[in-house]
C-alpha cells in the first residue's frame, strides 16, 4: 500500500516557477514508477512526466520537454516536480501517482494516487 501526498502548488504568473513534492509512504515507494498527470477543468486528466524507481529513466511530455524536471529520492520517500517557464496552459490540478513496472502513459495503469494540488498560472 501506498499514499501519496502533493504539495507546493499556489498561484503564480506566467514565466514564474513553482516546485511540487509528493510524498509516500509504504516500503513499495523506492522500486515504484512515479508519475506526475494534471487536470484542467473541462480536460482529460493528462500525464505531464514520470520517472522510474531507480530515476535512471524519465519521460516528459512534449508540452513540458524543457520546462519541467522529475526527480525523486528514495530516501525521503518523495518525488518532486520543478516546473519553470510557466504558462497560463499548465493550470491544472496535478496530480502525483505510482505503479509496479514501466511507466505508462495512460492513467489507468496507476494504482496510487493523491489528492491533488492547484497550480494556477496567471497571464
Known amino acids: 500500500q501506498v499514499q501519496l501526498v502533493e504539495s507546493g502548488g499556489g498561484l503564480v504568473q506566467a514565466g514564474g516557477s513553482l516546485s511540487l513534492s509528493c510524498a509516500a509512504s509504504?516500503?513499495?515507494?523506492?522500486?515504484?514508477?512515479m508519475a506526475w498527470f494534471r487536470q484542467a477543468p473541462g480536460k482529460e486528466r493528462e500525464i505531464v512526466t514520470a520517472i522510474s524507481w531507480s530515476g535512471g529513466t524519465t519521460y516528459y511530455a512534449d508540452s513540458v520537454k524543457g520546462r519541467f524536471t522529475i526527480s525523486r529520492d528514495n530516501a525521503k520517500n518523495t518525488v518532486y516536480l520543478q516546473m519553470i517557464s510557466l504558462k497560463p496552459d499548465d493550470t491544472a490540478v496535478y496530480f502525483c501517482a505510482a505503479k509496479g513496472g514501466y511507466y505508462s502513459v495512460s492513467a489507468s495503469p496507476y494504482t496510487y494516487w493523491g489528492q491533488g494540488t492547484q497550480v494556477t498560472v496567471s497571464s
Open positions: 509504504g516500503r513499495t515507494f523506492s522500486s515504484a514508477t
